[in-house]
């Protein structure tokens, strides 16, 4: 079955940075338009950034300048380059594939279990 595993989230303080990795597994044949979203507690999930597999990119105004998404189609892996990290970042960060062709067929809005970056003050 394909799965999206997330990796890299841990604790770390008010300006530090964080590296978020998204891996599909599988046999992949493509994948269209991968994404991070968060949720915080209380709130409702958002989303980050997203990368196209032309590798067009958007990100969330709140993370502009600070987060850059990047995505290599050869190993089926997205990446989460977090940078100047606030504690307002704090939350699990989720990826997202809106779809995968596999050896199973396609497989649509695909989601990772998350990973918890916390950022302290």
């Known amino acids: 079955q394909v799965q999206l595993v997330e990796s890299g989230g841990g604790l770390v303080q008010t300006g530090g940075s964080l590296r978020l990795s998204c891996a599909a597994s599988?046999?992949?044949?493509?994948?269209?338009?991968m994404g991070w979203y968060r949720q915080a507690p209380g709130k409702q999930r958002e989303m980050v950034a997203r990368i196209t597999s032309g590798l067009s990119t958007s990100y969330a105004d709140s993370v502009k300048g600070r987060f850059t998404i990047s995505r290599d189609n050869a190993k089926n892996t997205m990446y989460l380059q977090m940078n100047s990290l606030k504690p307002e970042d704090t939350a699990v960060y989720y990826c997202?594939?809106?779809?995968?062709?596999?050896?199973?067929?396609?497989?649509?809005?695909?989601w990772g279990q998350g990973t918890q970056v916390t950022v302290s003050s």
């Open positions: 997202n594939a809106d779809w995968i062709r596999s050896e199973y067929g396609f497989k649509n809005d695909i």
């Open positions: 599988g046999r992949i044949f493509s994948i269209n338009v």
